[in-house]
């Protein structure tokens, strides 16, 4: 309760002047420059990135312009305390360290009462929501099925819409879907809030999920719906299912397979060069299997078909290794119709009867100029295949791409050591830069955060009816063109993040450009826009606290 303060506004100075009432703050006010700083000075205190995220958590439910201010002023050292690789331990812990509620949380025992869940909610809003992040806990991260825990992940890459897009934040929904999960440990916890049942169905998961997008896209029909961190059958089979009748993208697909080719184009030219041979000859290795490397793989065929490559020409230019080895037409689990649906696009037939096990054996055989890593298996890149890759290569493109850290498959310190510092690399998390052979070195970081950002903002802008394939390749291809002329100078594949708004009005408006070109934009009023005038609209719409 209040502590009530008494006014004396009666005269009692000898003078007869009122004597003004001082409230029970600190006078004089502090600013909002000291509060700022107050605020980091606090964060430097507190011992763990997790106690750092959920103060920060508090500030943004409490102070969103405080917040989002720290995050302008310092978001290289924020981004991974409100992102990856802290948000892991976020959502492993959220049921322990819940402390409200977030956003929307929905349970596939009302899935008969969705639209009627969503209307209500939409109309005890105060603010129109632009972007969805939407999750079903099902494969966060590297980190498996958190269940409900996935809020955490919406909520992280909500804070990054705001930081790195200028997406209005009070136009932020993060929704997670509560359909079970088979971890039977975050079941069996006392502490959990979520359902305590095993995971749907991938049959059920769908009737659920054709309920929530038909009435999200009712209740919000302005918005950007953007799904993460679904398991990859899920992923796939919404992404298809959904795509074309719905303003929606997932970035665990479109935005990694974007912001790798868009790092992929910047490397493969600097490998060319350095060898000579010519760009459509490149041949990459994928290690991993799952939505993410197949969605990479697709995206990165785009590539070739820059060179001039048909459909057919671009895919042997991959190769796929998932946990039984390099993925042929021979192996058994194959031959058998067991192999998962969303492989079988890579599927080799060339192997003659021949089965390649091991990264090492696959490298040995393929003899490829590039290796991305999507395994979330840390050290899957082991010395005798990265040393293979340097004895094949002058600069050979490495690229492991897992998050988080723990997860990854190669360091960037290893990669100097055992290429002799000839490795073109970008990881999924961040490393630190570092001297090798006496000079210094920054790694790439293909970090979705360089494209979903202005994916979303660019479809919000154009007003676009749906995110097409082309919409999604225009991000990679305006990212690669956004490295200034030091980064390009100092042989960087990505900008840097600390010009991410810039890089994010860039992004947009390519994004922009190719919905109007596709058709699907509603936005006349950018039309007829040069790429240069819609980056300066971009860069005047985004909000700023």
Known sequence: ?????????????????????????????????????????????????????????KIRRSDPNAFFSLMRDE?????????????GEVCQKYSQIYDGPEGLYLSIEDKDRIPEILREYASNLSNTPQILVVTDGSRILGLGDLGIGGMGISVGKLNLYVAGGGVNPHGCLPVVLDMGTNTQSIRDDPLYIGLRRPRATLEEATEFMDAFMAAASEAFPKAVIQHEDFYSEAAFGFLEKYKEDYRMFNDDIEGTGSVILAGFL??????????????????????????????????????????GLTEDEARERFWLIDTKGLITSTRPDVVSGKVSSHKKYFIRNDTEGKEYPSLESVIEYVKPTALVGLSTTFGAFSEPAVRGMAELNETPIIFPLSNPTSKCELSFSDALEWTDGRVLFASGSPYPSQEFGGKFREPGQGNNFLVFPGIGFGALQAGATRITNGMITASAISLSEALNAEEKARGLLYPRLDRIREVSARVSAGVVKRAQEDGVDTNTELRGLDIDALTEKMKSAQWWP
């Open 266 to 307: 910047a490397a493969a030219k600097q490998a060319s060069e350095a060898s000579g041979k010519p760009l459509k000859d490149h041949r990459i290795v994928f290690l991993g299997g799952g939505s993410a490397a197949v969605g990479v793989a697709k995206e990165m065929m785009n590539f070739f078909r820059m060179q």
């Open 75 to 87: 978001l290289i050292d924020y981004a991974p305390i409100v992102y990856t690789p802290t948000v």
């Open 1 to 57: 309760m209040p502590i009530a303060i008494p006014s004396r506004s009666l005269s009692s100075a000898a003078d007869g002047q009122p004597i003004k009432a001082r409230s029970a703050s600190p006078y004089p006010t502090t600013s909002p420059e000291q509060n700022l700083l107050r605020l980091k000075a606090h964060l430097q205190n507190l011992p763990t990135p997790l106690l750092k995220n959920i103060h920060l958590a």
